[in-house]
């Protein structure tokens, strides 16, 4: 049997998260070099920003009831 510490997820989630910031540098990158300057692309981005700041509070207000030192048995 093998015992794997719940710090994996924590570890592969982190490595999801810096892919996200990532994509969306350059995704911001993309709007402001060749994209247009409106509004509505102002308004989306704060919509979209809003939407992960949101998602990144549940995340800690979760991750922060979890005991990360524990172990699973695979």
Sequence with gaps: MIEVSLYVFLIIYGI?????????????????????????????????????VLVLFITYKLGLQIDWSQTFII
């Excluded at 990158?29 to 979209?48: P, V």
């Design 16 to 52: 999801l998260l810096a892919i996200f910031a990532l994509m969306t540098l350059v995704n911001l990158f993309h709007l402001f070099a060749y994209g247009f300057l409106s509004f509505t692309s102002f308004f989306m981005t704060f919509i979209f920003f809003a939407g992960v």
